[in-house]
């Protein structure tokens, strides 16, 4: 048997990756299963229950059109417990029959600069799982799980094995290897460097299913329509989309035969899913927070934050992906317009809380690539700019202290933050920020821009809401 060992085991994971080897499963093919555990003491509950469970679980999905389907999930074989020593990641990771480690952690889980160095400046937690790697001791952070599995593998002589990352950061598979290099390169350990270059290969993916934090409702619908009481169920839309480059270098499942698009290259697919996708996502979430929605659907339904939407995807995104000299093989129009029927999915009850987090990453990856493309080029880049103004005034709502719920961003540096929306001039201190904007920081086209839009955010909060924000 051959083995998929995946480090975290999210809502995500469960109701994406896993899914597509339940399927293959399905069809007599199970020389393939899945291991998988956590790196951090999060989702003890979860685990275990799906401990209890075998590692089975019931996954909800519900179509646009409110159809409800329910399937008991059954691929995970071994679900491992949390220690801090990660013995048992490190157990299953150095056997030979783990032939793929693939791992889902958020966009702000690996540490990248604007030029994909290991920003050990701004994190604590990355030097200290540097230091404890140093000392050969695992740590909480990707890179120092990874290490010290690969480590033991290494001495375990159990052969090559791919790394396969499962999350939203564009060029994933290239982006978090040199991220793991750079660790180990710091930690001194050549050898083991030298062994991850001859034994390893990283491919790039994208993956797609919108899937909320499970909430108590689901678990009762799913008892309601299955009979059975399972605390680790989840909810996911009907939507399911992987495509990766095929690039394994210890043999792969036969994904393609239950719809993975195994590809030579993941570029257009990736750039299109950031930008029309996850970009759009987050601003429907900025938006419906400021005017005080709690869901991603009500802001997708009203009109005006639909057009913000539309517009930005439509005025600066599609012209950059879509050029006479490097044509993109999808239809971007027919792209958006999907989206945005799935994020108006009411059935799916997905929170802005959820989608709101992390803007400290989404920002230079998913939102300031389009800026910089329509600034080389010399064109308007009023649509895109709505973005960021939009987190801006969301993150005034925040110094504030009024949003609503707890706002989570691993990339953030809340002093930082808080100094912005403090500055005589908001907008300014924002735009000049590098680890938003890179080489951009600071650029008047790029300020002009979020100024203009930052005045449109306030009519549009004061019309929604009848008050208008102090600073925007």
């Given at each position: 048997?051959?083995?998929?060992?995946?480090?975290?085991?999210?809502?995500?994971?469960?109701?994406?990756?896993?899914?597509?080897?339940?399927?293959?499963?399905?069809?007599?093919?199970?020389?393939?299963?899945?291991?998988?555990?956590?790196?951090?003491?999060?989702?003890?509950?979860?685990?275990a229950?799906?401990?209890?469970?075998?590692?089975a679980?019931?996954?909800?999905?519900?179509?646009?059109?409110?159809?409800?389907?329910?399937?008991?999930?059954?691929?995970?074989?071994?679900v491992?417990p949390?220690?801090?020593?990660l013995?048992g990641?490190?157990?299953?990771?150095?056997?030979?029959?783990?032939q793929?480690?693939?791992?889902?952690?958020?966009?702000?889980?690996y540490?990248?600069d604007?030029?994909?160095?290991?920003?050990?400046?701004?994190?604590?937690?990355?030097?200290?799982?540097l230091?404890?790697?140093?000392?050969?001791?695992?740590?909480?952070?990707i890179?120092?799980?990874?290490?010290?599995?690969?480590?033991?593998?290494?001495?375990?002589?159990?052969?090559?094995?791919?790394?396969?990352?499962?999350?939203?950061?564009?060029?994933?598979?290239?982006r978090?290897?040199?991220?793991?290099?750079?660790?180990?390169?710091?930690?001194?350990?050549?050898?083991?460097?030298?062994?991850?270059?001859?034994?390893?290969?990283?491919?790039?993916?994208?993956?797609?299913?919108?899937?909320?934090?499970?909430?108590?409702?689901?678990?009762?619908r799913?008892?309601?329509?299955?009979?059975?009481d399972?605390?680790?169920?989840?909810?996911?839309?009907?939507?399911?989309?992987?495509v990766?480059?095929?690039?394994?270098?210890?043999?792969r499942?036969?994904?393609?035969?239950?719809?993975?698009?195994?590809?030579?290259?993941?570029?257009?697919?990736?750039?299109?899913?950031?930008?029309?996708?996850?970009?759009?996502?987050?601003?429907?979430?900025?938006?419906?927070?400021?005017?005080?929605?709690?869901?991603?659907?009500?802001?997708?339904?009203?009109?005006?934050?639909?057009?913000?939407?539309?517009?930005?995807?439509?005025?600066d995104?599609i012209?950059?992906?879509?050029?006479?000299?490097?044509?993109?093989?999808l239809?971007?129009?027919k792209?958006?317009?999907?989206?945005?029927?799935?994020?108006?999915?009411?059935?799916?009850?997905?929170?802005?809380?959820?989608?709101?987090?992390?803007?400290?990453s989404?920002?230079?990856?998913f939102?300031?690539?389009?800026?910089?493309?329509?600034?080389a080029?010399?064109?308007?880049i009023?649509?895109?700019?709505?973005?960021?103004?939009?987190?801006?005034?969301?993150?005034?709502?925040?110094?504030?202290?009024?949003?609503?719920?707890?706002?989570?961003?691993?990339?953030?540096?809340?002093?930082?933050?808080?100094?912005?929306?403090?500055?005589?001039?908001?907008?300014?201190?924002?735009?000049?920020?590098?680890?938003?904007?890179?080489?951009?920081?600071?650029?008047?086209?790029?300020?002009?821009?979020v100024?203009?839009?930052?005045?449109?955010?306030?009519r549009?909060?004061?019309a929604?809401?009848?008050?208008?924000?102090?600073?925007?």
């Open positions: 048997m051959n083995v998929m060992l995946h480090l975290g085991l999210g809502s995500f994971h469960r109701a994406h990756q896993a899914v597509y080897l339940h399927e293959l499963q399905k069809t007599g093919d199970r020389s393939w299963t899945l291991a998988g555990g956590n790196i951090r003491p999060d989702m003890a509950d979860t685990i229950a799906l401990q209890v469970q075998g590692g679980y019931t996954l909800e999905t519900i179509s646009p059109a409110g159809e409800h389907h329910y399937e008991r999930i059954t691929s995970i074989s071994k491992i949390f220690t801090p020593d013995a990641l490190i157990e299953q990771g150095a056997s030979r029959e783990t793929i480690i693939s791992f889902t952690v958020t966009e702000a889980g540490y990248l604007a030029k994909n160095r290991l920003d050990l400046d701004t994190f604590a937690d990355l030097r200290a799982d230091e404890a790697a140093r000392a050969g001791q695992p740590g909480a952070t890179y120092g799980a990874l290490t010290a599995i690969l480590q033991a593998r290494r001495a375990a002589e159990a052969g090559a094995v791919t790394l396969l990352n499962c999350d939203n950061l564009r060029h994933n598979g290239d978090s290897r040199s991220g793991l290099l750079q660790f180990i390169e710091l930690t001194g350990d050549t050898e083991l460097l030298a062994w991850i270059q001859t034994n390893t290969t990283s491919p790039n993916a994208m993956v797609d299913r919108i899937t909320p934090r499970p909430t108590p409702d689901v678990r009762e799913v008892k309601a329509a299955t009979g059975a399972d605390p680790a169920a989840l909810m996911g839309e009907s939507f399911i989309q992987w990766i480059e095929d690039n394994f270098i210890a043999g499942p036969a994904w393609e035969t239950v719809g993975v698009e195994m590809v030579k290259s993941v570029d257009a697919f990736e750039e299109a899913k950031i930008r029309l996708l996850n970009a759009t996502h987050s601003c429907i979430a900025w938006a419906g927070t400021l005017i005080n929605y709690q869901y991603i659907h009500e802001g997708t339904q009203n009109p005006v934050i639909r057009r913000l939407a539309y517009d930005y995807v439509t005025d995104v012209p950059v992906l879509d050029t006479p000299e490097n044509p993109c093989p239809n971007l129009a792209y958006r317009d999907t989206v945005l029927d799935r994020f108006a999915n009411a059935a799916i009850q997905d929170t802005n809380q959820r989608v709101a987090m992390d803007g400290f989404k920002m230079p990856g939102i300031a690539p389009t800026i910089r493309q329509r600034l080029r010399k064109e308007s009023d649509s895109v700019a709505m973005l960021p103004a939009l987190f801006l005034a969301y993150l005034q709502r925040w110094h504030a202290g009024k949003i609503h719920y707890t706002y989570q961003d691993q990339a953030m540096d809340p002093a930082v933050a808080h100094a912005m929306c403090e500055a005589a001039d908001p907008v300014a201190a924002f735009c000049a920020d590098t680890l938003l904007w890179g080489e951009m920081a600071g650029d008047p086209r790029l300020v002009e821009g100024r203009r839009a930052s005045e449109r955010v306030v549009f909060i004061t929604h809401t009848g008050v208008r924000p102090e600073r925007a």
